[in-house]
């Protein structure tokens, strides 16, 4: 996008020329970018925002939150017992769950 890694949002903002990408993604930022220069918000300072439960904005970041976010849950398998145990042999362990899986 040609912005530095060290800028800030309102650096960002004041001294970024406009271009096209070949991804939505990037053509997105662009318009955040200049929405943000239309409502001339280049004045107020810039903080750190972590998206929280249900897409709400915090300023502390929460690990446990995160992971829920990222991962696909699934329920527990009734087979990992046997196989996940206290004094198992990681190598079979292995293997078993490999064949469990049919990998």
């Known amino acids: 996008m040609g912005i530095t890694l060290h800028a800030t949002v309102a650096e ?4 970024h020329r406009r271009r096209r990408h070949r991804t939505d993604m990037l053509n997105h930022m662009e318009r955040a970018l200049e929405d943000l220069r239309e409502k001339g918000l ?7 925002c972590w998206k929280g439960k249900g897409d709400r904005l915090q300023s502390t970041f929460n690990t446990k939150e ?6 696909e849950s699934k329920p527990r398998a009734e087979w990992h017992q046997g196989v996940w ?9 292995f ?3 490999l064949a469990v899986r049919n990998r």
């Open 12 to 15: 960002a903002v004041l001294n």
């Open 42 to 48: 280049t004045d107020e300072e810039d903080i750190v």
């Open 66 to 71: 995160t992971w829920t976010a990222i991962r």
């Open 85 to 93: 145990f206290t004094h198992h042999t990681p190598k079979f362990s």
């Open 95 to 97: 293997m078993t769950w």
